[in-house]
Structures are given as structure tokens and as C-alpha cells.
């Protein structure tokens, strides 16, 4: 599966499950301390928003703060589903993974980026699913590529204080429980927790 591929997919999964959000759910905690449910999805949105000026060449100078603040108004479903749709066909331009993107880490090749947004998606997904008590199984195809790409980014994220402590899971733990250790997550999270 290509990086495309699992882009889109992970994008799919996130808005999915946003739209299972519920009206009184918004304010609910998440495996992300400093994050209830609409401030992370705010946060998910603000890198949708970021995707498509950097793939079109623009500097974080060029951006400036225009993306601030919140970003999901009175509608934070719709909201969600835009900025995915606009980050999606940034991406999907042709010849867009082929660019270096100027991130604020400096010069980065576009696929490396895309990568990067994946893994956001990804766990960002799964935060918002044990949030709200819904299915928290991740697409398997995304779990294994995912794995794979963080394998060698694990300690450079950890050193940038981008993901928590490795979590302890269990020996026998499934591919996805290793992944979200990795990232810093509890797979045995409950709302209830402060995990």
C-alpha cells in the first residue's frame, strides 16, 4: 500500500470518528491530558489546515498565526470533514509527494510529511475513539505501516517531547497495542483515567 493510500485511509478512519462524537462528548477527557475531545480534533484539524499551503510551497514565515485558535466553529463535524477533503487533495496533487516541504524543523521531503500527518490520523483516531467509548481498533494495514515508519522515529519524537514514555504493555501484546506504546499511549485507557 502506498503512502497515498494509507493517508486517505487514516484520514477516512479519523472523520469517521469524529462524526461519532457526540454533543455531549465534545468536553470529554482523552489519553492526551492537556486535550479534551474538541481540542484534539482542533489540533488534527489545524494540521489538516497547515497541509495544504505546505504542499503548495509556502513557509511557516508565509502562514503566519492564520491558522490560530479554533478552527472547528459551530460545526466541528463539518469542520473535521473539510479540512480533510482540502488536505487530501493537497497531497494528492500530482507530484505533490515528489516536493520538499520547508516544516518548522527545516527542508523535508514530502512523503517523509505525508508520513508524519499519517501517524497523526492515526493516534489522533484512536484518542478520540477511547474518548468516547467507541470501537478503538485501528485499520490493520495502517497499524503494520505505521509500526514500520516509527521504528526509526520513535527516540527522535520522544527526545522532541512529540509522544510521552513508552508505555509497558504485556509480552504476546497485539500490533496495535505495541504501536500505541510506542506512541506513548496505555491501550488499556479509560475516560475515567488520566493515562
Same mark, same amino acid.
Given at each position: 500500500m502506498?503512502?497515498?493510500?494509507?493517508?486517505?485511509?487514516?484520514?477516512?478512519?479519523?472523520?469517521?470518528?469524529?462524526?461519532?462524537?457526540?454533543?455531549?462528548?465534545?468536553?470529554?477527557?482523552?489519553?492526551?491530558?492537556? #486535550? =479534551? /475531545?474538541?481540542?484534539l480534533?482542533?489540533?488534527?484539524?489545524?494540521e @489538516?489546515?497547515?497541509? %495544504?499551503p505546505?504542499? +503548495? $510551497?509556502?513557509?511557516?514565515?508565509?502562514?503566519?498565526d492564520?491558522?490560530?485558535?479554533?478552527?472547528?466553529?459551530?460545526?466541528?463535524?463539518?469542520?473535521?470533514?473539510?479540512?480533510?477533503?482540502?488536505?487530501?487533495?493537497a497531497?494528492?496533487?500530482?507530484?505533490?509527494?515528489?516536493?520538499?516541504?520547508?516544516?518548522?524543523?527545516?527542508?523535508?521531503?514530502?512523503?517523509?510529511?505525508?508520513?508524519?500527518?499519517?501517524?497523526?490520523?492515526?493516534?489522533?483516531? #484512536? =484518542? /478520540?475513539?477511547?474518548?468516547?467509548?467507541?470501537?478503538?481498533?485501528? @485499520?490493520?494495514?495502517? %497499524?503494520?505501516?505505521? +509500526? $514500520?515508519?516509527?521504528?526509526?522515529?520513535?527516540?527522535?519524537?520522544?527526545?522532541?517531547?512529540?509522544?510521552?514514555?513508552?508505555?509497558?504493555?504485556?509480552?504476546?501484546?497485539?500490533?496495535?497495542?505495541?504501536?500505541?506504546?510506542?506512541?506513548?499511549?496505555?491501550?488499556?485507557?479509560?475516560?475515567?483515567?488520566?493515562?
Amino acid at each position: 500500500m502506498d503512502i497515498l493510500d494509507l493517508y486517505g485511509r487514516s484520514l477516512d478512519d479519523f472523520v469517521a470518528r469524529v462524526r461519532a462524537v457526540g454533543d455531549a462528548q465534545w468536553a470529554a477527557p482523552t489519553p492526551c491530558a492537556d #486535550w =479534551d /475531545v474538541r481540542q484534539l480534533v482542533n489540533h488534527v484539524v489545524y494540521e @489538516d489546515r497547515w497541509t %495544504v499551503p505546505l504542499f +503548495a $510551497g509556502q513557509t511557516i514565515a508565509d502562514v503566519g498565526d492564520r491558522f490560530e485558535g479554533d478552527l472547528l466553529g459551530a460545526d466541528p463535524v463539518a469542520s473535521a470533514a473539510e479540512a480533510a477533503d482540502a488536505a487530501r487533495a493537497a497531497v494528492a496533487e500530482p507530484g505533490a509527494l515528489d516536493r520538499t516541504v520547508q516544516l518548522s524543523f527545516g527542508p523535508t521531503p514530502a512523503t517523509e510529511y505525508a508520513m508524519q500527518l499519517f501517524a497523526d490520523h492515526v493516534v489522533h483516531g #484512536w =484518542d /478520540v475513539a477511547v474518548a468516547i467509548g467507541a470501537d478503538p481498533a485501528l @485499520d490493520p494495514d495502517c %497499524v503494520r505501516a505505521l +509500526a $514500520g515508519w516509527f521504528a526509526e522515529r520513535e527516540d527522535g519524537y520522544r527526545q522532541a517531547g512529540a509522544v510521552g514514555p513508552r508505555a509497558d504493555v504485556p509480552p504476546g501484546a497485539s500490533e496495535q497495542d505495541r504501536l500505541l506504546a510506542a506512541f506513548g499511549r496505555s491501550p488499556s485507557w479509560q475516560p475515567s483515567t488520566t493515562g
